[in-house]
Each structure stands twice: as C-alpha cells, then as structure tokens.
C-alpha cells in the first residue's frame, strides 16, 4: 500500500526566503513521488517528479525535491521564494502497473503563503 | 492544445438529488482518472478507465457513485441521492498510456459540488 503524509498544512514564508514543504511516503515497493500544485481556481500542475535515477529531482519555477530511500522522504525546496509561489502543494506517490496506469495517492496538502 | 475540461465548475444541488458531472480528457489519452477532493483533506481516488478494459471502481465510496466513459472520449460522473458529505471538488485527469513508462496526468479543473 502506498501513502503519503505531508507535515504542515500551512507554511509562511518571506519572500526572499527559504521553502520546504515536507513529505514523507510510505510504500511498499519502490515509490514514483511526484508534487503537485494548486493555484487558486485552477486544476492541478506537475511540478517534479521522482522515478528512477538521480535522487535530486528538479522542476518547474525553480523548485526541486530530493529522494531519500533512508528518511523515506521527498521534501519541496526552493531557494527563494516568489509572490507567484503562493498555492497549495500537494505530495503523491503511486508505483506503475503493467498498462502504465498510476493510481496517484495524495498527501493532505500543504498551503504556501508568500509574505512580502 | 485543449486541455482536460470538466463541466459545471459549479453544482449546487439539494440532499437526494442527483447529480451528473462530466469529463473531456485531453484528446487520445486512453487513461482517465475521477478523484475527489474534500475540504481539508487530500485528493482521494475514485475510479480509473483505461481504454476498453474494465475500470478499476475500487475507490468509489458507496454504489451511489458510477461512473462511464464512452471509449476513449468524454467521462460522466453520477452521483445518485446526493449527501451532504459528498460536497466536495470532484477532479479528472487523463493520460496517455505506453506500457510501463510514467504517463504524466493532466488535471481538469474540477467541478465544485455543494450539498445542501
């Protein structure tokens, strides 16, 4: 079974300053984690992806997130955030079955607020 | 290109109605997903179509809800004798679908169901 738990519904950040939003996945196969985000009155936009290969995972807007098998975690980071960053993230984990089809388990999400 | 479109954005309806919500995936994805997403909580999967296969139903929360999808095109979501607990943002995504590769999901916008 696959699940994800994200620490923190809300985070506040300056702007300028450092995110992380957490998550951290249980599974029982070796994972595809993925991060997602919200914006207000829109659908949901990959952000990154993790599937096999390098660990350290870059997306779009300057995000990236690292896999790490040990802390069985995926962590959203960016150096700098950006007004525009504000949204709700949300973490998934899914593991691919023989069509390719991927039932995608998602984390509670986590709201971003972006202070100027 | 069009992407996956979802019809009404909103549905206000009263407790015992029932209630269609529809789907167009993006055009030649053969997956297509239903996900529900309610207040404070993640994304919860409902049922997934792929091609001619049979879906996979097992997220439905009770035999109120069904779901069709005529071939690889257009999706309908029922809920029948609506509850107050089933307000929620109803979410669809499609794909395409290539063996065992990753097949990205692109998420509709949602259609918001309030109960009352």
């Known amino acids: 079974a696959q699940s994800v738990t994200q620490l923190g519904s809300h985070v506040s950040v300056s702007e300028g300053a450092l995110v992380l939003l957490r998550c951290n996945y249980s599974?029982?196969?070796?994972?595809?984690l993925f991060w997602y985000v919200q914006y207000p009155n829109q659908g949901l936009q990959l952000l990154l992806k993790?599937?096999?290969?390098?660990?350290l995972v870059k997306g779009i807007n300057g995000f990236e997130a690292e896999f790490k098998k040990s802390e069985t975690s995926f962590h959203l980071t960016k150096p700098s955030a950006h007004m525009s960053d504000a949204a709700e993230y949300f973490c998934?984990?899914?593991?691919?079955?023989?069509?390719?089809?991927?039932?995608?388990?998602f984390g509670t999400g986590t709201r971003l607020t972006v202070i100027p | 290109g069009a992407g996956v479109s979802q019809s009404p954005s909103n549905k206000v309806t009263e407790k015992g109605k029932d209630v269609e919500l529809r789907c167009d995936p993006i055009?030649?994805?053969?997956?297509l997903y239903w996900y529900r997403q309610r207040l404070g909580q993640g994304l919860e999967f409902l049922i997934y179509?792929?091609?001619?296969?049979?879906?996979?139903k097992s997220g439905l929360p009770s035999d109120r809800f069904s779901a069709e999808r005529t071939g690889e095109s257009v999706s309908t979501l029922t809920i029948q004798r609506t509850q107050q607990e089933d307000s929620a943002v109803y979410l669809c995504?499609?794909?395409?679908?290539?063996?065992?590769?990753?097949?990205?999901?692109?998420f509709g916008p949602g259609t918001r169901l309030t109960v009352l």
């Open positions: 995504a499609s794909s395409a679908s290539s063996g065992r590769a990753f097949n990205e999901q692109f």
């Open positions: 599974s029982s196969v070796p994972p595809y």
């Open positions: 993790y599937t096999t290969g390098a660990t």
């Open positions: 998934a984990v899914t593991r691919i079955d023989q069509t390719g089809a991927n039932n995608l388990f």
């Open positions: 055009s030649g994805h053969t997956a």
């Open positions: 179509f792929q091609g001619n296969s049979a879906p996979d």
